[in-house]
């Protein structure tokens, strides 16, 4: 199920191949005040898909790393250098765009990984609670 305008928006921008095979975004419904609920299951899937999304980032540095090397000015005039300075600095721009996006997927998934094992916990609790009572 895709959920709200977040869900319509991933799907707009990467479509269902980010989403995994059945194209949908994780998460129950029934989540108020800015949470969301999910089972254990659902929130192991989401940190994967979420891995496998900063990996794609990690190489994707890698291919713009090499992209540096590659800018040469194709002469010794001055707009043969002006050339080049524009493409350094749009690879420039490029890793740094690429930089916070990993810093950002690496920080989601810290949160979501925390959640999970503060979600195990609870439901571990839970379980010692209701079995204590029968």
Request: glycine share 16%; no cysteine; hydrophobic share 35%.
């Given at each position: 199920m895709i959920i709200g305008?977040?869900?319509?928006?991933?799907?707009?921008v990467w479509g269902g191949d980010i989403l995994?095979?059945?194209?949908?975004?994780?998460?129950?419904?029934?989540?108020?005040g800015?949470?969301?609920k999910m089972d254990p299951e659902e929130l192991a899937s989401?940190?994967?898909?979420?891995?496998?999304?900063?990996?794609?980032?990690?190489?994707?540095?890698?291919?713009?790393?090499?992209?540096?090397n590659l800018v040469l000015s194709p002469g010794e005039d001055p707009a043969s250098g002006s050339f080049a300075s524009a493409?350094?600095?749009?690879?420039?721009?490029?890793?740094?765009?690429?930089?916070?996006?990993?810093?950002?997927?690496?920080d989601y998934i810290k949160k979501l990984k925390e959640a999970q094992t503060k979600t195990v916990a609870t439901d571990q609790g839970?379980?010692?609670?209701?079995?204590?009572?029968?």
């Amino acid at each position: 199920m895709i959920i709200g305008e977040a869900g319509q928006a991933v799907q707009a921008v990467w479509g269902g191949d980010i989403l995994g095979q059945s194209g949908h975004v994780y998460g129950g419904g029934g989540g108020g005040g800015g949470q969301f609920k999910m089972d254990p299951e659902e929130l192991a899937s989401v940190i994967g898909l979420w891995e496998d999304e900063l990996d794609k980032i990690v190489d994707d540095a890698r291919t713009i790393d090499g992209l540096m090397n590659l800018v040469l000015s194709p002469g010794e005039d001055p707009a043969s250098g002006s050339f080049a300075s524009a493409g350094g600095n749009s690879i420039a721009s490029l890793q740094a765009q690429n930089e916070s996006m990993r810093k950002y997927v690496q920080d989601y998934i810290k949160k979501l990984k925390e959640a999970q094992t503060k979600t195990v916990a609870t439901d571990q609790g839970m379980s010692e609670t209701f079995g204590q009572a029968t």
